[in-house]
Structure formats: structure tokens, C-alpha cells
């Protein structure tokens, strides 16, 4: 089991900047993948950003690459979403996730989400 509990969110300006944390514990994470979700008002959830904890590399869906930059903290077990230049279409609660890298498929673990809104 793992627990994960995201931080951080909160209301900005487009153009600016958050950095979302999400603090996880109950396993050792160095075989899970971790992940960025956000689903928005109406809409289906949708991918945002990954990383593979023991290999530190990151895959980002289009819609955020070069903008938002996905990291982990091996120390505290935490992994943190960068977001800058954000435009009010990226206003959505921002979920992290996690699952086994070796499995792949499904994510087996989600926080509570924390809301990221952005005015115009």
C-alpha cells in the first residue's frame, strides 16, 4: 500500500508559477512509477507528466512540455510538479499517482488531488 498526499495547489495568474508536492510513504518507491494527473471542471482526468523513480527519466503529454517539469526527492519520498507559464486552461485539481514500473498498466494509488485554478 502506498499513501500519497499532494500540497501546493492554489490560485495564480496566468503566467505564473506553482510547484505541486506529493509526499508518498508505505513502500519503497524506488520500483514505482509516479505520475501527474488533472482532471478539470466537466472534462475526463487526463495524463500530465510521469517519472520512473529509479531511473529519473519523465515523459510529459504535449499540452505541458516545456512548461511543467516533473522530480523526485529520493530523501523525503516526494515528487514535485513545477508548473510555470500557466495559462487558465491548465485550472483543473492536479492528482499524483503511482504504480509498480515493472507492471505498467493502471495506477494503483491516488492522493486527493489539490486544486491549481488560473485566472485570465
Known amino acids: 500500500q502506498v499513501q500519497l498526499v499532494e500540497s501546493g495547489g492554489g490560485l495564480v495568474q496566468a503566467g505564473g508559477s506553482l510547484k505541486l508536492s506529493c509526499a508518498a510513504s508505505?513502500?519503497?518507491?524506488?520500483?514505482?512509477?509516479m505520475a501527474w494527473f488533472r482532471q478539470a471542471s466537466g472534462k475526463e482526468r487526463e495524463f500530465v507528466a510521469r517519472i520512473i523513480w529509479s531511473a529519473g527519466s519523465t515523459t510529459y503529454a504535449d499540452s505541458v512540455k516545456g512548461r511543467f517539469t516533473i522530480s523526485r526527492d529520493n530523501a523525503k519520498d516526494t515528487v514535485y510538479l513545477q508548473m510555470n507559464s500557466l495559462k487558465p486552461e491548465d485550472t483543473a485539481v492536479y492528482y499524483c499517482a503511482a504504480r509498480p514500473t515493472l507492471r505498467g498498466g493502471p495506477y494503483d494509488y491516488w492522493g486527493q488531488g489539490t486544486q491549481v485554478t488560473v485566472s485570465s
Open positions: 508505505g513502500r519503497t518507491l524506488s520500483t514505482y512509477t
